[in-house]
T-cell receptor, first 112, second 113 residues
Framework: GENVEQHPSTLSVQEGDSAVIKCTYS??????FPWYKQELGKGPQLIID?????GEKKDQRIAVTLNKTAKHFSLHITETQPEDSAVYFC???????????FGTGTKLQVIP | DTAVSQTPKYLVTQMGNDKSIKCEQN?????MYWYKQDSKKFLKIMFS???????INETVPNRFSPKSPDKAHLNLHINSLELGDSAVYFC????????????FGPGTRLTVL
């Protein structure tokens, strides 16, 4: 089955700096890579996603890159703000029926 | 106008008891899921239903039984609760098909004493 590794597990940055979270996956059949943000006491919420036929996608301060050959993808958050503090999960989906395998999560702390 | 709702939000119970968690979505989605999130925040899929039909059943003990009375509801019944069942359980839903966003409920924190 799919295995998704995520690094780092914790990340502290100063407000205004950039944050980068990296993930690798094992199943070359995976073709959809969402990123979810989980705030304290809430369910995960999609912030950005990328499909296997795209190398990069950007949405305001958030960008995701995908290298299918190397089987890794990354989340980039620029100009971080305190409200970006949360746990971020990468995920890989493939094999039909939306079986999503999540990474282990990164706790991001943005220091004002 | 909650999209995916779960009840109860908190559940505290004794070992050996049987309990249920209910989930409802008003998004018109065909596919619903149950996830378990442990104390280390690992998020793992347990079950998935598409149009009331079970399509994903991960290696979950038989004590866990999902039931989908209709497309908008997916309930989780747990028999003979064990200490290791303590976790946060999330329900989610999505449109049918592979490449779509999943919408998560607020979670049910289950504590087994």
């Amino acid at each position: 089955g799919e295995n998704v590794e995520q690094h780092p597990s914790t990340l502290s940055v100063q407000e205004g700096d950039s944050a980068v979270i990296k993930c690798t996956y094992s199943d070359s059949a995976s073709n959809y890579f969402p990123w979810y943000k989980q705030e304290l006491g809430k369910g995960p919420q999609l912030i950005i996603d990328i499909r296997s036929n795209v190398g990069e996608k950007k949405d305001q301060r958030i960008a995701v890159t995908l290298n299918k050959t190397a089987k890794h993808f990354s989340l980039h958050i620029t100009e971080t703000q305190p409200e970006d503090s949360a746990v971020y999960f990468c995920a890989a989906t493939g094999g039909g029926y939306q079986k999503v395998t999540f990474g282990t999560g990164t706790k991001l702390q943005v220091i004002p | 106008d909650t999209a995916v709702s779960q009840t109860p939000k908190y559940l505290v119970t004794q070992m050996g008891n049987d309990k249920s968690i209910k989930c409802e979505q008003n998004l018109g989605h065909d596919t619903m899921y149950w996830y378990k999130q442990d104390s280390k925040k690992f998020l793992k899929i347990m079950f998935s239903y598409n149009n009331k039909e079970l399509i994903i059943n991960e290696t979950v003990p038989n004590r866990f039984s999902p039931k989908s009375p209709d497309k908008a509801h997916l309930n989780l019944h747990i028999n003979s609760l064990e200490l290791g069942d303590s976790a946060v359980y999330f329900c989610a839903s999505s449109r049918a098909g592979e490449l779509t966003e999943q919408f998560f409920g607020p979670g049910t924190r289950l504590t087994v004493l």
